[in-house]
């Protein structure tokens, strides 16, 4: 089991309006009502300005990992139907920009199928302290599309101290 977890989860009844644009937008999560955030990597004030923030900042979106390890992201997107012909997700390191260009991986793209799309994603990558982490997504409608439900997560563990040898 990772010792050290981060769970995002949007709330319930709440939905994001993704609207239509060539880019990408940062998937938002409340700060009262993370399933897991033990250790402090979805603050309110953030760690580089020591401002707060509240919901409707880009920044709601960002996990701010608490060491440099190999960490495991995972996602979840319910898009509500929209005349769209794909939905498109990301992971991506600083995805506003703060610290370096944005660096994204595990960019996937879906065709639709009738309904919303239920979509989750898994990837390994390396975390870094000061690196913030975001989940972006996209669709190619004309119009703003609803995104119903969304969840991020990071887990890592970090090495033991090697044991010497005898």
């Known amino acids: 089991m990772p010792d050290f977890v981060c769970s995002l989860i949007t709330q319930q ?20 009502v993370e399933s897991s955030d033990d250790h402090g990597m979805h603050p309110e004030v953030q760690p580089d300005t020591g401002e707060t923030v509240t919901y409707i900042s880009p920044r709601s979106g960002l996990i701010w990992p608490c060491h440099t390890a190999w960490g495991q992201l995972y996602a979840l997107m319910y898009w509500d139907a929209g005349p ?14 703060l610290t ?37 997504v996209r669709h190619n409608a004309d119009v703003p599309v609803r995104l119903a ?5 990071v887990a890592y563990h970090l090495d033991p101290a090697p044991v010497p040898p005898v």
Not at 149 to 153: G, P
């Open 84 to 97: 769209y012909t794909e939905v498109r997700s990301r992971f991506v390191r600083d995805p506003l920009g």
């Open 149 to 153: 439900f969304a969840e991020f997560k």
């Open 100 to 136: 370096q260009e944005p660096d994204s991986t595990c960019t996937e793209d879906h065709p639709d199928t009738v309904g919303g799309q239920y979509r989750a994603k898994s990837w390994g990558m390396w975390v870094r302290v000061g690196q913030p982490l975001g989940l972006m």
């Open 13 to 32: 009844g709440i939905k994001q309006t993704i609207p239509p644009s060539d880019g990408y937008t940062l998937v938002r999560f409340p700060f009262d």
